[in-house]
């Protein structure tokens, strides 16, 4: 079931969208992931997915920067269709934080932050003062900077994930997607992320991130995109879209919200 703004909320506001999915559709192995997905995001907002696990939200991602590619529809970004901007141009528009953060080989957390401004690199150029610039202050941004030297497959869960925000960061890309950013984060640093992410907002970057925690979700997101096996259910600014019957639509479960003597809101579940 398709909620009432799904498909024309965003043509109703002023601004044009950065992000336009047309029809987008996607299968793995004959088996289809995504149906027929048609969104828009406008520019410097922060845009949540949300959706129970295996809704396709991170295919939804790698769609959007083509780790793969459609099987239908179109896919524009500033009304270039995606597959015809090269690759070298496309990391320098968009990046994508992947779920899984955590490397495998090993690689000093530097060397692999630095490896975010590829490029911007010409074929046989190393970083010049302007990249180690950009880089010290990702890290900063990031919390990284205490553990530039370290090994990369020696971090925790929280640190790998620092480390790829900050790698996304150096690249300068106008549209930063996030997969689950704050999943292996303590409750502080889930803050911090979410804190710098609005500020990139405000510097004029545009976010789409999946996310699970709801909470954080409203808290932070302009916007909300639901996702239900594969297909959109709605995707309207955020107060429109965290009601309460679309929630139990999408994840079965009601939430109820209660606001604490110092006007905190805070949301229940059953
Ligand atoms: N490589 C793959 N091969 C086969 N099926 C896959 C593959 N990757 C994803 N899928 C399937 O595609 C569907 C969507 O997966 P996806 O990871 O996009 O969901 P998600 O909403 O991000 O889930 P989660 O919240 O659990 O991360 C799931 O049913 C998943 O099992």
């Known amino acids: 079931m398709l909620c009432n703004y799904a498909t024309n909320w965003s043509q109703n506001t002023a601004m044009e969208p950065l992000i336009d999915i047309d029809n987008l559709s996607y299968a793995i192995g004959g088996q289809p992931i995504l149906h027929d997905i048609s969104a828009a995001f ?103 900077l205490p553990f530039k030297d370290r090994v990369i497959n020696q971090l925790s869960g929280g640190e790998s994930q620092l480390v790829s925000i900050a790698r996304a960061l150096v690249t300068e890309a106008p549209i930063i997607l996030l997969d689950e950013p704050t999943s292996s984060l303590d409750i502080q640093h889930k803050l911090q992320i979410m804190e710098l992410l609005t500020r990139l907002k405000a510097q004029g970057k545009t976010i789409l991130m999946s996310i699970h925690d709801l909470d954080l979700a409203r808290r932070y997101c302009d916007t909300l995109m639901l996702l239900e096996s594969g297909r959109l259910y709605c995707q309207a600014p955020t107060e429109e879209a965290f009601q309460t019957a679309h929630i139990r639509q999408v994840f079965h479960v009601d939430i109820e919200e209660s606001e604490t003597p110092h006007g905190v809101s805070l949301l229940f579940y059953a």
């Open 42 to 144: 406008e520019p410097g907002l922060i845009h949540g997915i949300i959706g129970p696990n295996g809704a396709g939200k991170s295919t939804l991602l790698r769609n959007l920067c083509r780790i793969w590619e459609p099987a239908g529809g179109t896919v524009t970004l500033n009304g270039r269709d995606l597959r015809h901007i090269r690759r070298r141009e496309l990391s320098q528009m968009i990046t994508l934080v992947p779920q899984e953060s955590r490397v495998d080989f090993s690689i000093r957390v530097f060397d692999f932050i630095a490896m975010g401004r590829h490029s911007h690199l010409g074929r046989f150029s190393w970083l010049g003062y302007h990249d180690l610039d950009i880089i010290e202050q990702a890290m900063d941004v990031t919390g990284t």
